[in-house]
């Protein structure tokens, strides 16, 4: 695996994370991951992690045993038809892209080879995603070495392609979603009197308790919430208020719209 030599294709907010991630996670020797954007300087800040950098597609996957495609889901058929002439046979690709099927970017490629869709949230960077991984025209060691890859920064679940949008939405966006709770709650907490670094500090240790009671009890959060509501009591008057003004509903509602967006997407 430390020799193992990787290109991503896009050095954005999930490019850069990844490779923050791989380095972070010491199974792939910097000098072996080749990260690419138009703009290098861009990505400049990942210069102290040692990864070497490229502005030509076609040189960072010529000798790559993995490519990722980490561009926006409008450029993923552009940079597959770029770099399809100079991806030596049984090379990975794995495509990052939401909404986008591996079979539009197997058709790509003039040799059949084995294509993973892989959805990653950016607590990646930290070896902490949530990652889905889909797999078409690849073998069990194919799916074992990727899901190894994606294993060390996280957990990673190998799942049925059809399932990859509801993933999507729930753990890749959904990191976007649990940001925005903290973020309410931590209003709440100035409007209560406290700095907000001070709210911040205490929403992020009471969120990341809540996510671990429930991760190693395996309890339903209901079961939790139980714990903590004393009949008649203060807890109670705050859960019955932000359900009378749509909380569950509105998370749900979102949740819908953005499945609808990520099914429809061209
Ligand atoms: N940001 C996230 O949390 C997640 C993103 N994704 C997927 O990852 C992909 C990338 O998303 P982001 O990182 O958010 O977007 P981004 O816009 O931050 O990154 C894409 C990068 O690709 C670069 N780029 C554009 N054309 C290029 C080319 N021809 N060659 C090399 N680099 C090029 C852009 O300059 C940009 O830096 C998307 O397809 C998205 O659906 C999937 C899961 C989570
Ligand atoms: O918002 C988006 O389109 C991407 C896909 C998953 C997370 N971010």
Do not use: W
């Not at 892209?97 to 990653?120: D, E, K, Y």
């Not at 069990?140 to 399932?163: C, R, S, Y």
């Not at 931590?186 to 406290?194: A, L, T």
């Amino acid at each position: 695996m430390k020799n193992l030599k990787i290109a991503i294709i896009g050095g954005g907010n999930l490019g850069s994370a990844i490779a923050k991630g791989l380095i972070t996670a010491d199974r792939v020797s910097p000098s072996n991951i080749t990260i690419t954007r138009r703009n290098l300087s861009a990505i400049s800040h990942l210069s102290e992690f040692g990864v070497e950098f490229e502005s030509n597609n076609p040189k960072a996957v010529a000798g790559a045993q993995l490519v990722m495609l980490a561009v926006k889901p409008y450029l993923i058929d552009e940079v597959a038809q770029e770099i399809s002439p100079y991806v030596a046979p049984g090379t990975i690709v794995v495509s990052l892209a939401a909404g986008i099927t591996s079979a539009r970017v197997a058709a790509h490629f003039n040799q059949v080879l084995p294509v993973f869709c892989v959805m990653p949230n950016t607590a990646i960077a930290i070896g902490e995603s949530m990652t889905f991984v889909s797999s078409f025209q690849a073998t069990k060691e194919h799916e074992a070495l990727v899901m190894d890859l994606f294993n060390q920064m996280g957990t990673a679940l190998l799942i049925p392609e059809a399932q990859m949008a509801a993933a999507t939405v729930l753990a890749s966006c959904g990191i976007a979603y649990a940001m925005r709770y903290i973020r309410a709650s931590m209003e709440g907490g100035v409007q209560m009197g406290f700095t907000a670094a001070l709210s911040q500090q205490i929403v992020t240790q009471t969120v990341k308790g809540a996510a671990q009671l429930i991760a190693h009890s395996g309890n339903h959060p209901e079961a939790e919430i139980d714990r903590v509501t004393t009949p008649g009591g203060i807890t109670i008057e705050g859960l019955n208020e932000m359900e009378h003004k749509g909380f569950t509903s509105s998370v749900i509602k979102g949740l819908m719209a953005a499945f609808n967006k990520v099914k429809n997407a061209k």
